[in-house]
């Protein structure tokens, strides 16, 4: 079924105020299984710790697959937007064909909205990578794009990691997409030696002409707040809301 809400670039925006998403971050990725749910987690966690003041709202785009990401935000927030939900774990364009829904952008759209309205400062999770479907018609980095949201890009320590980013950033400029940064993410454990064989920072810094935020360390468990906000703090670089 093939019913999107809106349908291009043009439309997505053509009867709403981007400028409303301003006070949003997009945490996006180079790939899937990146860790982009881990880092918005360990973000939030860092905001209601070391600055309380700063209500933050928490979002994902949707969810495919019956369990996911809304049931590992549900352990530690109880307040996690995700809009649609399909049960087939693939891309989206291929989930709600195969369960016959329809992506409606603009039920994404109104919640984000909603929430910006409220918050501080909304985090948002992407799907995927900047360039997975949302759409038959649109990928993340469309959405990215044409609403104008800030955003970091993770990327997981391994082999083929300059490429992966390069090429992510290099799509990220195309849709004037405005990267804050990259954030590297250890998903499996990774020495110093691998970090600078893998996603030297310098080297990254100067092929992107982007901050390399930090280097996520890997963690055998994921299971308090406080900890992964000191976590946040003792190994990213970033600036005070």
């Known amino acids: 079924m093939h019913q999107f809400g809106f349908l291009g670039n043009f439309l997505i925006t053509r009867n709403f105020n981007i400028f409303d998403f301003m006070n949003n971050l997009l945490i996006t990725a180079t790939d899937t299984d990146a860790g982009k749910t881990i880092i918005t987690t360990a973000l939030r966690a860092y905001y209601q710790v070391y600055f309380p003041h700063v209500k933050t709202g928490l979002m994902k785009l949707l969810q495919t697959g019956i369990e996911g990401d809304a049931e590992f935000y549900g352990r530690f927030f109880d307040d996690a937007v995700i809009p649609l939900r399909y049960n087939t774990p693939v891309a989206p364009p291929i989930a709600s064909?195969?369960?016959n829904k329809s992506i409606d952008l603009a039920t994404i759209w109104h919640q984000l909205q909603k929430l910006s309205k409220t918050c501080d400062l909304v985090l948002i999770e992407g799907i995927g990578g900047l360039g997975c479907p949302?759409?038959?018609?649109?990928t993340i980095a469309d959405i990215a794009g044409t609403w104008r949201l800030e955003s970091i890009l993770v990327v997981p320590v391994k082999l083929g990691s300059i490429g992966h980013t390069v090429a992510n950033v290099a799509l990220a400029r195309q849709q004037k997409i405005k990267l804050k940064g990259i954030i590297f993410n250890c998903v499996n454990p990774c020495s110093k030696e691998d970090i600078n064989n893998w996603t030297p920072k310098d080297l990254i810094e100067s092929l992107t002409q982007l901050p390399v935020l930090g280097y996520f360390p890997y963690l055998e468990r994921i299971d308090?707040?406080?900890?992964?906000?000191?976590?946040?703090?003792e190994y990213l670089y970033l600036s005070n809301p």
């Open 224 to 233: 308090n707040l406080q900890y992964l906000a000191e976590v946040v703090a």
């Open 97 to 99: 064909e195969k369960e």
């Open 134 to 138: 949302l759409t038959h018609e649109l």
